[in-house]
């Protein structure tokens, strides 16, 4: 399972935090668009992003609601969403992507991270309109927005065969849409200005328990089925405790050498928990933040708070625990506990 690392200036916290703050405030930094109405079921959403200058309107006051984005629009309000330093970042080598246009940036960023693609023929289409799969498919990879594969769509134009499937299935799950009808998506429609709000704005504010729950029982199930090594790890969602048990003292096959605690790192057990959504994130008595940290760095930290190294043999993980205590976007305080069973 891939996890979407951000760059960003920080803090995460601004950014939901600001979502109520801005919520209903039609001039929160001055703007206020001749032709978004309160009757807009968007209003709350677009002067949301507008009170943060996520979104502008037009010279002549208008926000023109009912517009089509193109996909650098997009790209620029999502980079501004999430908050991205855009200046640090490799040149995507799009054709069709000129260094210095006033999206290029943006779109390097996104491209780097992971969130978007090209079409496969070298271009980016820039002045292309987004359309709703394509905008499914960036919102899941920019928020995390991963739900189980058995969740069910009641949209009857989504095919469980197309290349979108899952990217509309995680937005339908965290509720960060309920469709253009109540059986329909319209994955091929463009992406109109004022939806593109509250698809944004309903991204951000998707349940961050439910999302490291739902993330954190995914990558376990893909680690019992890939780890490679005789460890299996069992997650309870109820007491928020995955349990780590350990079959055997040794590396299987030809290496036949004794298990250590790289071996179970490797795996990327210590990484489940999505760190880029959320405010703070510590591993036990640290004051490392590892929301502000790199893979390495937080790898590290972890294993510092076992009391081992990266040498130490599995043996010495047995009956150790460690908490990972996360804090919110809305400042809710969450424990995950990662326990070390005895060998069976």
């Given at each position: 399972m891939k996890f979407y690392t951000k760059k960003v200036t920080k803090?995460?916290?601004?950014?939901?935090?600001?979502?109520?703050?801005?919520?209903t405030t039609a001039s929160a930094n001055g703007s206020t668009f001749s032709d978004v109405p309160k009757t807009n079921v968007h209003y709350d959403e677009i002067y949301n992003l507008a009170g943060r200058d996520i979104v502008t309107g037009?010279?002549?006051?208008?926000?023109?609601p009912a517009g089509h984005l193109t996909r650098a629009e997009a790209s620029v309000i999502l980079a501004k969403a999430l908050q991205l330093d855009t200046s640090e970042y490799a040149d995507p080598e799009f054709?069709?992507?000129k260094k210095g246009a006033w999206y290029y940036d943006e779109v390097a960023a996104l491209t780097e991270l992971g969130i978007l693609n090209?079409?496969?023929?070298?271009k980016f289409g820039p002045n292309d309109k987004l359309t709703r799969s394509q905008m499914a498919s960036i919102l899941t990879f920019a928020y995390n927005l991963y739900a189980p594969s058995t969740t069910q769509l009641p949209f009857t134009d989504v095919a469980s065969t197309s290349w979108y499937f899952s990217y509309v299935q995680g937005l339908y799950f965290y509720d960060?849409?309920?469709?253009?009808?109540?059986t329909t998506y319209s994955p091929n429609a463009f992406v109109r200005r004022d939806a593109m709000a509250s698809f944004v704005v309903n991204a951000e504010e998707a349940d961050v328990e439910l999302k490291v729950d739902t993330q954190l029982a995914m990558g376990i199930e893909e680690f019992n089925n890939s780890a490679g090594i005789p460890v299996k790890a069992v997650f309870n969602p109820e007491t928020n405790e995955v349990t780590i048990t350990?079959?055997?003292?040794y590396v299987p096959a030809a290496e036949s050498r004794p298990l250590q605690l790289r071996d179970i790192a490797n795996t990327g057990l210590f990484s489940m928990i999505p760190y880029s959504d959320l405010q703070t994130a510590f591993a036990g008595d640290s004051t490392v933040d590892l929301t502000s940290v790199s893979p390495s760095v937080a790898r590290a930290t972890v294993i510092a708070e076992l009391g081992l190294t990266e040498d130490s043999p599995a043996t010495d993980l047995v009956d150790k625990e460690l908490t990972f205590t996360i804090?919110?976007?809305?400042?809710?305080?969450i424990e995950y506990t990662f326990k070390f069973d005895s060998f069976q």
């Open positions: 803090t995460a916290l601004a950014v939901v935090l600001a979502s109520s703050m801005f919520a037009y010279p002549d006051g208008t926000y023109r054709t069709d992507l090209g079409y496969g023929n070298g960060v849409t309920a469709g253009t009808t109540k350990i079959f055997d003292t804090t919110d976007n809305f400042d809710n305080v």
